[in-house]
């Protein structure tokens, strides 16, 4: 079959392309009209497939249809009536000028300008120190509406100084008092050395310190008792004002472990009670002690109680006190609640203190170098109040504070002399302050796994 269309196909191209051959002319005729019945039939199959066109778009028609534009005019009085307004804050320079902190805060304003040079109030702005920081608000075209700063801080408030322009447009300034935030710090830590090089590491306030210090003064001896590898945890209130901390507050609750034995204690007013507050074991047992050990912060035992060489009579002789060697100016402290019966000089004690307590019960600091505020004879005192600063006069070889505790006039040891405790907390008395205190030891137990010290 093959070789017969191969014969076929060859014969016929020949007659095509070959004008003599008899059969040329009509070959050439099929050919042309078969092409022709082609393209029409592809051209009516095109006419079948094109969409419909509308006759209004064949004729040229257009339509027309209403825009709605929105109202300009009323949006922009909208934003006029909300003008953009703007806030900076920036710390006064060393040696900067009112005009050159008017600058930094934007302010392009001559009546403020001129306001707060010749306003009394506004005119304390000028005087506050390196580093405060001022904030003030402006508008676009730099018109202050609005300026404050802080004035001055202090253990009960601060003051805070406000400039403002009103919807007249008018400035005024008025000083407002701002009231402290009380904060819970935290910190905690372990003795490698000294004591207080120790609490200074952590970050502890020497105010808190001393508080330490007081609180466990009748079992604890910090400057000879301390030793390596001790430990403290302690929350105690930071005052704070806009951030800034002003001042350490009352030590809350304190864990110290000194050689090996765990002393605890948390700071607890009784609801309805006669006092301000005491310090309690963690088990509700009051901490008070009838006299202090060492009524002065920041000491150590120079001459203990018993016999010794008398420095000025060089003889052996009774030494009726402890000698706690301290600094000139150190605070000295009342042992115990109780009613002063003399302040004065008396011969070799020089400037003297004599305390009287319930029991029989007397105390004496003697070599004062001066005597406390309002402390004169039948003041009542109490327990940890300053009443003296430590001192060399009368017979004395150093400074240093002679302390003396006597029972019906005969001179007791202050280191061995046992004194009843204060009842310890029961029943539902007990109730009250484990519920105030289980937020308490919730800190401390967790300073037992992580330490924590002062802030950046």
Not at 107 to 116: G, L, P, S, T, W
Not at 244 to 273: C, D, H, M, S
Not at 349 to 371: P, V
Request: proline share 4%; net charge positive.
């Amino acid at each position: 079959m093959w070789p017969k269309l191969r014969d076929f196909f060859a014969r016929e191209l020949l007659i095509l392309i070959d004008p003599t051959q008899a059969k040329h002319r009509k070959r050439k005729v099929q050919i042309v009209a078969t092409v022709g019945s082609a393209l029409t039939l592809g051209m009516v199959t095109a006419f079948g497939v094109a969409p419909m066109v509308p006759d209004s778009v064949r004729a040229g028609a257009s339509v027309t249809l209403p825009l709605t534009f929105p109202d300009l005019a009323k949006q922009i009085e909208q934003l006029d009536a909300h003008s953009e307004t703007f806030v900076q804050q920036v710390a006064l320079r060393r040696g900067e000028t009112l005009d050159d902190l008017l600058a930094r805060l934007s302010i392009r304003d001559a009546a403020a300008q001129r306001f707060i040079r010749d306003n009394a109030v506004a005119r304390r702005l000028i005087g506050i120190p390196a580093g405060q920081v001022v904030q003030a608000e402006t508008d676009g075209a730099g018109k202050l509406l609005s300026l404050s700063t802080v004035l001055s801080t202090g253990a009960a408030n601060a003051q805070q100084l406000v400039l403002e322009r009103n919807d007249a447009g008018v400035l005024r300034a008025r000083v407002d008092t701002l009231p402290n935030d009380t904060e819970w710090a935290m910190r905690s830590g372990g003795i490698s050395g000294n004591f207080f090089s120790a609490m200074d590491d952590a970050g502890v306030p020497d105010a808190v310190v001393a508080q330490m210090v007081n609180i466990f003064s009748g079992v604890i001896n910090f400057q000879r008792d301390v030793s390596r590898g001790d430990r403290f945890r302690l929350v105690y209130e930071n005052i704070v004002q806009q951030d800034r901390t002003v001042r350490a507050g009352r030590v809350l609750a304190v864990e110290f472990i000194n050689r090996g034995k765990t002393y605890q204690a948390i700071w607890y007013a009784e609801p309805g009670g006669n006092s301000d507050g005491a310090y309690y074991g963690f088990d509700g047992r009051n901490l008070k002690q009838a006299f202090l050990r060492t009524p002065v912060e920041f000491s150590r035992i120079s001459s203990a109680f018993g016999g010794r060489e008398h420095p000025f009579a060089h003889r052996w002789k009774q030494h009726n006190g402890v000698d706690l060697a301290a600094p000139i100016g150190t605070r000295v402290f009342a042992a115990g609640d109780g009613v002063i019966s003399f302040v004065g000089k008396q011969s070799g004690y020089g400037n003297l203190i004599m305390i009287d307590h319930a029991g029989d019960y007397q105390t004496r600091y003697a070599h004062l170098s001066a005597f406390g505020p309002a402390i004169r004879a039948g003041t009542r005192v109490t327990q940890g109040q300053a009443i003296g600063y430590v001192g060399q006069t009368g017979w004395a070889t150093g400074p240093h504070l002679h302390y003396e505790l006597r029972y019906k006039d005969q001179p007791r040891d202050p280191f061995s002399t046992d004194v009843a405790a204060v009842a310890p907390l029961s029943g539902a008395r007990l109730k009250l302050f484990d519920m105030y205190a289980a937020n308490l030891l919730k800190r401390i137990d967790l300073m037992r796994t992580v330490q924590v010290a002062q802030r950046d």
